[in-house]
């Protein structure tokens, strides 16, 4: 195996797997480490783009010796690229945390949240705001009706309990006998922020 075959296959599959793994370190480590992830992607895409380019005038340049083995590196480097922009094998690792039953979500000015209650009895809350915050916070839940009962294995956010209701398409928690808003609405985000 060649130098550059070596160092073409490395950057994709650093590429691809970086991109196929979002959902497990988005939870783990998560916070600033989220945007050195982040920024690592997109360092790999342009290299990536970049020596594809490289790979394509190194072939016109050798256009007289060409053998199959030239076309090793571009190839990988060219399939790879594609599917970590388009994913035509549909690979969702976020479904081994359980399939999605329940959606909420928080959209205020300067940060959102999305709250998913999984088939698997755990939620997941994904709370991002300005400055790189970016939270995760898990836990169990049982649901009675429209009530949620919820043990969360990190802190509890601020403006959530570990009891809520649904009413009236919103997540409420319960203050000295009365329901206050928590400001979720229930179902996909609507992108109104």
């Not at 956010?157 to 329901?179: F, G, M, Q």
Request: hydrophobic content about 45%.
């Amino acid at each position: 195996m060649t130098r550059n075959l070596k160092i073409s296959l490395v950057i994709s599959i650093l590429f691809v797997g970086l991109i196929r793994l979002t959902p497990i370190w988005e939870r783990k480590p998560g916070g600033l480490w989220t945007l050195l992830f982040f920024l690592a992607i997109a360092i790999l895409f342009f290299w990536l783009t970049i020596k594809i380019i490289k790979e394509i005038f190194r072939l016109i340049r050798q256009r007289k010796a060409l053998t199959y083995k030239l076309f090793f590196p571009i190839t990988i480097m060219t399939l790879f690229l594609l599917d970590g922009i388009y994913n035509p094998m549909k690979i969702d690792i976020d479904k081994m945390y359980g399939n999605v039953i329940f959606r909420a979500c928080y959209e205020g000015t300067q940060n959102q949240a999305t709250f998913k209650l999984r088939d698997t009895g755990k939620f997941d809350i994904h709370w991002t705001g300005v400055f790189f915050a970016d939270n995760y916070y898990t836990g169990n839940y049982k649901m009675k009706e429209d009530t949620l009962f919820m043990k969360f294995d990190t802190k509890i956010p601020n403006v959530l309990d570990d009891t809520l209701v649904i009413k009236n398409e919103y997540l409420c928690r319960i203050e000295s006998d009365t329901l206050v808003s928590t400001f979720f609405y229930v179902g996909e985000c609507k992108g109104l922020n």
